[in-house]
Nanobody, 121 residues
Framework: QVRIVESGGGLVQPGGSLRLSCVAS????????MEWYRQAPGKQRDLVAR???????NYADSVKGRFTISKDNAKNTVYLQMNSLKPEDTAVYYC???????????????WGQGTQVTVSS
């Protein structure tokens, strides 16, 4: 069984920084893609950043130049370094893992429980 757990959220002032972590645990050989999404109250859940096993990364336009996604394949962990935070970055941030190789085959579309990020003075 695969489990996804995020951590690192909290309250930060505008212009500040936070680093989110997401660990995938279980009988995992490799993970093709790990992603960060966010969902603000009353809004849809949107992709923030994506990292694939080949090293390719993608970002939402709203976070380019401020957020950096990095992945430690050996630890099945993905990080999201968030700098120059703005009030509009306030949301619950979710981690998603896809293309997970296990002894029983590939697993898809696993989500964590989310971690709250609040940017406010």
């Amino acid at each position: 069984q695969v489990r996804i757990v995020e951590s690192g959220g909290g309250l930060v002032q505008p212009g500040g920084s936070l680093r989110l972590s997401c660990v995938a645990s279980g009988s995992i050989s490799s993970i093709y893609a790990m992603e960060w999404y966010r969902q603000a109250p009353g809004k849809q859940r949107d992709l923030v950043a994506r990292s694939t096993s080949g090293g390719k990364t993608n970002y939402a336009d709203s976070v380019k130049g401020r957020f950096t996604i990095s992945k430690d394949n050996a630890k099945n962990t993905v990080y999201l370094q968030m700098n120059s935070l703005k009030p509009e970055d306030t949301a619950v941030y979710y981690c998603r893992a896809d293309g997970i190789a296990t002894p029983w085959g590939y697993e898809y579309d696993y989500w964590g429980q989310g971690t709250q990020v609040t940017v406010s003075s």
